[in-house]
Nanobody, 116 residues
Framework: QVQLVESGGGLVQPGGSLRLSCVAS????????MAWYRQAPGKERELVAG????????NYVDSVKGRFTISRDNAKNTVYLQMNSLKPEDTAVYYC?????????WGQGTQVTVSS
């Protein structure tokens, strides 16, 4: 079955950096679009960044452009989210996401807290 396991979240001060990882299994990773979403308390889940099968033309929500970078390693079945210059408003649970056979799949989420 499809599994997405995130790691790398934590507490960081404003201006700091974190790198999230998502290890995927149960499907042909190299043939799937992958993405990171986030959900802050009291807010809807939003798409943060997405990346195609080959890793070209990643897209980002405007609020993270220039600060976050999504990448993937198809040999390791892993997608990453490098987050730099973190702000308190980046505080949220971050979820790994893919879409397969008309179904959506989410990881369990990893908490990112940006606070001094």
């Amino acid at each position: 079955q499809v599994q997405l396991v995130e790691s790398g979240g934590g507490l960081v001060q404003p201006g700091g950096s974190l790198r999230l990882s998502c290890v995927a299994s149960g499907f042909t990773f190299s043939k799937n679009f992958m993405a990171w979403y986030r959900q802050a308390p009291g807010k809807e889940r939003e798409l943060v960044a997405g990346i195609t099968m080959a890793g070209s033309n990643p897209n980002y929500v405007d609020s993270v452009k220039g600060r976050f970078t999504i990448s993937r390693d198809n040999a390791k079945n892993t997608v990453y989210l490098q987050m730099n210059s973190l702000k308190p408003e980046d505080t949220a649970v971050y979820y790994c996401y893919t879409w397969l056979d008309f179904r959506q799949y989410w990881g369990q989420g990893t908490q990112v807290t940006v606070s001094s």
